[in-house]
Every structure is written in structure tokens, then in C-alpha cells.
């Protein structure tokens, strides 16, 4: 009896050893599950030809990825642990009560765990202001706004172990925008003031009805006759794969419930789209609102195309840093800017590619006689320049620290005494920091300081002699 329990235990063990490999012999490759990105497989030589000494090691990580039925397992273990431990098996993905899960990184935003200190706040709001002005000067009008964290309107699903920080993640980047005169149209009143579900329950962005309350917000902040998205007719159904879902079930087959508009959204692609997250997406309408440039994350897969059909042309991007000077290629009249809330700190990393704006009287701002020993830092700045298109990108970092509320700027002083300034973007750092984008020669007419406060009092900070 021992010996056939034995054998029974050898042969099943050997079993579940060979049925990864044998499924994949048998139906490919396993697809990859929730938003993961497959290993290429491996190749025996590179693309010059040579050989690929890496083949072993690429070729593990293929197989881990690949291996048959892993999609299964991958969903019988989180199961498994959901159900008896109230465990998530992914570190991405936090489990709520009634079967909400959220975007596990947004819980420190929540608790207050993760906040956005004031010097952060600044630089998001200084960089959004200087975008804004561009944007103006360009004909355009900007409006920024954030999509709210779904812990934040929802916060009834979460843990009750999680308790609320008494100030909001985004509250220091809002309040840092009103002082600064952003345009920005609030998005978590009119969320929260809706009591219909507007986000899924296992996905972690809104649907298309928490999307058409978007749009309609930001119309009105635009200053745009009234159309009312959030009254289209529809009715809701299980056709939504979750995000959060997916990666942790990405076997299953349940469908979150979604918003579906009983009558086609009336624009078009300018051209074809191979999905949502496309980088780039051009539309069409018969609308007689001007065109519109939009940057956009993910939330802005649900929301570009009701804010397609509200403009007679539209284009919609996703790359970083944001290039501005699409204002001028596209025509556009509006300028829009959403980001979700737990990515707000990425606009504190020189977030615009635009030409940086000129100080015509840096001597009203500094004083005269400025760029003297006296005013001059004991660290230096380390300035790296580089030709980017038609730009020359200057980035500039010292350890000396600034006031919170500090502007950056960056003053090219000429052999003949005469100096040229310009507003950098501040950027958020342990020290001082800063990203412009200068006209091509600014390198050749001398050496580029930064230009900081300290203590309420403005330093100049040398360029490092290499």
C-alpha cells in the first residue's frame, strides 16, 4: 500500500511538473495576463548577428511568462487567497469589502502615507502657469483638470482599517494653482455629488457615465454653450473587462458592469485607431466648437471621444513630456490637460516641451549689479545642455535648497557683461532643479547660472567649470 501511494505521489508530481510545458506544446504560448508586457522569445543571435550570449536567461524569463495554463493558475492562486486569507496575490491590486478592489498604490495617497509637500505643489502649479501662458499666447485656452483616485469618491469599499488623511492628496497641487491662477475645473465635487456608481467596482477608472459628467464639467469650464453628456440615453450591462480584475483573475470569465449609449457618439476618426490607448488620436465633427488640443492618461480613454463629438477637430495625446507646440500644428482654440490624481507628482518633472519664456528686465526682478560674489552660491550648478528638434534643452541641478515657492531661472551671461534670462520649469529634487527649452545659440554666447531664492533672498548658482 505504501509503495502504490508512492508511485501515486511520483506520478502526479511528474505530472504537474510536465503540464506546464505540455500545454504549451500543445496550445502555444500562454497570453499574457492583466497589463503585463510578454518577453520577446529567445533568440539564438542578435540583431547584428552576433551571438546571444543571454539565450538561457532570456529564454527562463520567455517560458515563466509563456507557460501553459499559468493564465489558470495565476487565477485558481488569487481564488485561493482572496477567499481564505483576504489576501490580493498581486502587489498592484488591494482588495475592498462587497468585491471592489483599488489601485493598491493610491491607499498611502488615502491614508496620507504619500503626500505632495509644498515645494511639489509649486512646481506643479509654477509648471501648469507657465503652460497656461504659452497657451494663451498661442490663442488657445487651457483648463486643466485631475481625475480624482477612485479611493477618494469611494472611499466606503476600502478596508476599514484605512482611515482617511484629514487633508486630500491633491489638495496642496489646488491650492498651489489658485495662488498661481490656473484654470482648472473641479472634478471631485460633482463625483461625489453623484449618487450613482461612477467608477467600476473592479476596474480603477470611471465609466462612460463618470466620464460624460467629465466632459460636461469641462465644457462649462470652458465657457462653451451646454451640452448635457451625463442625460444621454443608455442603459448599463457585464461588457467591461477590469483592469484590476484582469490582473488578478486573468482566467475568469466575469464582466464588470459598463454604460453603453443608445445612439453612436457623432464624430469620426481622422484616422483609423488600433485602440484607446493609442498615443495619438486624431477625430472629426460636425461640432461648431473650435479645435482642441488634449492631453490625456488613461482616463481619458472613456472621455476622448464624448469631448470628439463637442469639437470640430480634436486631437488627443498621451505622450510625456507634453509638446505645446502641437497648440500651433493643430490650430487649436482649446487646450485641455487631465491627469489622474495619483500621477499628479510627474508634472513636478518639466512635464511641457515649449520655448521657455523670456525675462525682459531680469533687473527689476533681481536688482541691479546682481551677479556679484556677494549673491553668488557656494554650490555650484550642474548644467547639461542638448539639442532637442528645434531646442536647445538646458537642465540644471544644484544641492543648494530654495524656498518652497521659489521660481527657477536661467541667465546666459556674455563675455560684453550683458545677461539673458528665462523662466525654467521647476523641477521637484533634494536640492534645486530646473528643465528649459532655449533657442539653439543660447550655449554660445556664454555661461548659463541658475537663479534661485533662499531664504527670501535671490542666489545665482555658477555653471560647474568641466
Not at 509644498?118 to 485656452?141: H, M, T, V
Not at 483648463?143 to 479611493?151: D, V
Request: charged share 20%; glycine share 8%.
Amino acid at each position: 500500500m505504501r509503495k502504490l501511494l508512492y508511485t501515486i505521489f511520483i506520478t502526479l508530481f511528474i505530472g504537474a511538473c510536465l503540464l506546464p510545458g505540455a500545454g504549451m506544446l500543445l496550445l502555444g504560448p500562454s497570453p499574457a495576463a492583466g497589463n503585463e508586457t510578454v518577453a520577446a522569445p529567445p533568440k539564438l543571435t542578435k540583431a547584428d548577428g552576433s551571438l546571444n550570449i543571454e539565450l538561457l536567461s532570456d529564454a527562463a524569463g520567455w517560458f515563466s511568462q509563456s507557460f501553459g495554463f499559468r493564465r489558470e493558475l495565476i487565477t485558481a492562486d488569487s481564488y485561493i487567497k482572496a477567499g481564505l486569507l483576504h489576501t490580493s496575490s498581486q502587489s498592484l491590486v488591494a482588495l475592498g469589502r462587497d468585491g471592489w478592489l483599488y489601485y493598491a498604490e493610491t491607499l498611502d495617497d488615502f491614508t496620507g502615507a504619500d503626500k505632495i509637500s509644498p515645494r511639489e505643489a509649486y512646481c506643479i502649479a509654477r509648471s501648469l502657469r507657465l503652460a497656461q501662458d504659452y497657451a494663451e499666447s498661442q490663442g488657445a485656452k487651457f483648463l486643466f483638470n485631475i481625475a480624482p483616485n477612485k479611493a477618494g469618491i469611494y472611499p466606503q469599499y476600502l478596508p476599514k482599517s484605512l482611515k482617511a488623511s484629514p487633508e486630500e492628496y491633491a489638495s496642496p497641487v489646488i491650492e498651489a494653482m489658485e495662488r498661481q491662477g490656473v484654470s482648472y475645473a473641479d472634478l471631485f465635487g460633482p463625483l461625489r455629488a453623484q449618487e450613482e456608481q461612477l467608477y467600476f467596482a473592479v476596474d480603477s477608472h470611471w465609466t462612460n457615465r463618470g466620464a460624460a459628467l467629465a466632459h460636461d464639467v469641462l465644457l462649462e469650464a470652458f465657457g462653451l454653450p451646454e451640452e448635457d453628456a451625463f442625460s444621454k440615453p443608455g442603459s448599463y450591462g457585464p461588457t467591461h473587462r477590469g483592469d484590476l480584475y484582469e490582473m488578478l483573475y486573468p482566467a475568469s470569465p466575469d464582466l464588470d458592469m459598463e454604460y453603453a449609449f443608445a445612439e453612436p457618439l457623432n464624430f469620426s476618426y481622422a484616422r483609423p485607431i488600433r485602440d484607446v490607448d493609442d498615443m495619438r488620436i486624431e477625430t472629426s465633427s460636425p461640432s461648431p466648437n473650435g479645435p482642441l488640443l488634449m492631453f490625456r492618461d488613461s482616463f481619458g480613454n472613456a472621455l476622448h471621444s464624448l469631448m470628439a463629438e463637442s469639437f470640430s477637430s480634436a486631437v488627443f495625446s498621451r505622450a510625456m513630456p507634453y509638446n505645446l507646440e502641437l497648440i500651433g500644428q493643430s490650430g487649436a482654440e482649446y487646450a485641455a490637460l487631465e491627469i489622474v490624481e495619483r500621477n499628479l507628482p510627474r508634472l513636478a518633472e518639466a512635464p511641457f516641451i515649449m520655448p521657455a519664456p523670456g525675462i525682459d528686465d531680469w533687473q527689476a526682478v533681481l536688482g541691479g549689479g546682481f551677479f556679484t560674489e556677494d549673491n553668488r552660491c557656494p554650490e555650484d550648478a550642474d548644467i547639461i545642455t542638448e539639442q532637442t528638434g528645434t531646442y536647445l534643452k538646458v537642465t540644471g541641478d544644484t544641492p543648494a535648497e530654495c524656498d518652497s515657492n521659489s521660481p527657477v531661472y536661467l541667465a546666459c551671461a556674455a563675455g560684453d557683461g550683458s545677461v539673458t534670462m528665462w523662466e525654467a520649469f521647476p523641477v521637484y529634487s533634494a536640492g534645486t532643479s530646473c528643465t528649459a527649452y532655449l533657442p539653439t545659440d543660447a550655449a554660445g554666447e556664454g555661461a548659463i547660472h541658475m537663479v534661485f531664492q533662499t531664504d527670501g533672498q535671490w542666489k545665482w548658482a555658477a555653471q560647474i567649470t568641466k
